[in-house]
């Protein structure tokens, strides 16, 4: 269920600075990050390298790529808000992303998401939205971001 839910793209309009909500937690194993590497051809041994990893790397663990994090957001952002009658929906960009802390196999995340921002376009609404994706059990999140989304009528 999303913590906000609103029946047209404009009605969101209504949470300009405010929190909309957080995710649930999502575990992101090895095979997910074999599985990005893959598809993406980011093959360092920091990712995929689990012997390598167990004695090179500060936790002992092979770490998740950060643009494999960043990429979780419209999945996770799906329990933040919904909109009832809305047409297609696209990325519009990020105006700054930062990877803060690295992501170790086994971890799980979540997305706590504010909205900054909405203007109208032609036939919908561009949404400007901070993004910070946790990491269960530390203080410091995973990454900060601020995404844009387009989100047409119909």
């Not at 906000?4 to 949470?15: F, G, I, K, N």
């Not at 919904?82 to 992303?97: A, D, T, W």
Request: hydrophobic share 45%; glycine share 8%; proline share 4%.
């Amino acid at each position: 269920m999303s913590a906000v839910a609103v029946e047209r793209a404009a009605d969101l309009a209504a949470y300009v600075g405010q929190p909309l909500g957080v995710s649930g937690w999502i575990t992101l194993d090895q095979a997910k990050i074999d599985a990005f590497a893959e598809l993406t051809g980011d093959d360092h041994w920091i990712h995929i390298d689990v012997e390598r990893a167990a004695q090179e790397m500060p936790q002992g663990k092979t770490i998740v790529h950060g643009f494999l994090v960043l990429a979780l957001i419209p999945f996770l952002q799906r329990s933040v808000f919904s909109i009832r009658q809305r047409g297609k929906g696209l990325n519009y960009g990020c105006n700054r992303v930062r990877f803060i802390s690295p992501v170790p196999v086994g971890s799980r995340v979540r997305l706590r998401q504010s909205l900054q921002a909405c203007v109208a376009v032609e036939g919908g609404t561009r949404f400007t939205f901070d993004c910070t994706v946790d990491i269960d059990g530390q203080e410091r999140p995973a990454l900060v971001a601020e995404t844009l989304v387009q989100i047409f009528d119909r």
